[in-house]
């Protein structure tokens, strides 16, 4: 496998410009995650799914994000409108979960720049 | 909830000498611990984990970590730092979703 795919690797685009970050997990894996990381706030849990439904969006930052994930091997992380402070770099990881199973493989990153 | 603290932000060590990331956890049951490297420009990379059994693990590029329940700590360890190894250090824990450090940012002195 060819790990978690995630696109584009860099983005930058205008305030209130729509963003789109894609993700392909690792076949066969339950649980795919989005965080983001910033220097301020360090790696930031936004939204997590099981089986492609989402489970726990609590840290997601506001209405102008949204996440889904339509099928086992595709995600889309969405800003509408984005914003400056939006600025960081996005990861997506997944994992097999259950027992013993929650190691998360990480792609490498969106680095979105809004300006 | 579980939570994981990083009390090291940066840390300099010269290349050979040995290392020690310190994390903390906090979580009631038996924890599942992770230690993840990201370099410049990249994602996370897992270096070791601990379920259960051994408490002294092993990991890859010459890593180690001791579990010490007691302490409520999982630091990771390298006898000889090389260059390379200069990165950032996340701390996880992972008995449901994973949840991470504010990671240690490893700095190396030729």
Known sequence: DAGVIQSPRHEVTEMGQEVTLRCKPISGHDYLFWYRQTMMRGLELLIYFNNNVPI?????PEDRFSAKMPNASFSTL?????EPRDSAVYFCASSLGGLKNTEAFFGQGTRLTVV | AQSVTQPDIHITVSEGASLELRCNYSYGATPYLFWY????????QLLLKYF????LVQGIKGFEA???RS??????RKPSVHWSDA????????????????GTSLIVHP
């Not at chain 1, 726990?56 to 997601?60: A, L, N, P, T």
């Not at chain 2, 302490?71 to 990771?76: C, E, G, H």
């Not at chain 2, 701390?91 to 994973?98: D, K, L, M, R, T």
């Open chain 2, 71 to 76: 302490q409520s700590s999982f630091n990771l």
């Open chain 2, 37 to 44: 490297v990201q370099s410049p420009g990249q994602g996370l």
């Open chain 2, 87 to 102: 990165a950032e250090y996340f701390c996880a824990e992972g008995s449901y979703i994973p949840t991470f450090g504010r």
């Open chain 2, 66 to 68: 001791e579990f010490k």
């Open chain 2, 52 to 55: 259960s059994g051994d408490t």
């Open chain 1, 56 to 60: 726990d969006d609590s840290g997601m």
């Open chain 1, 78 to 82: 969405k800003i509408q409108p984005s």
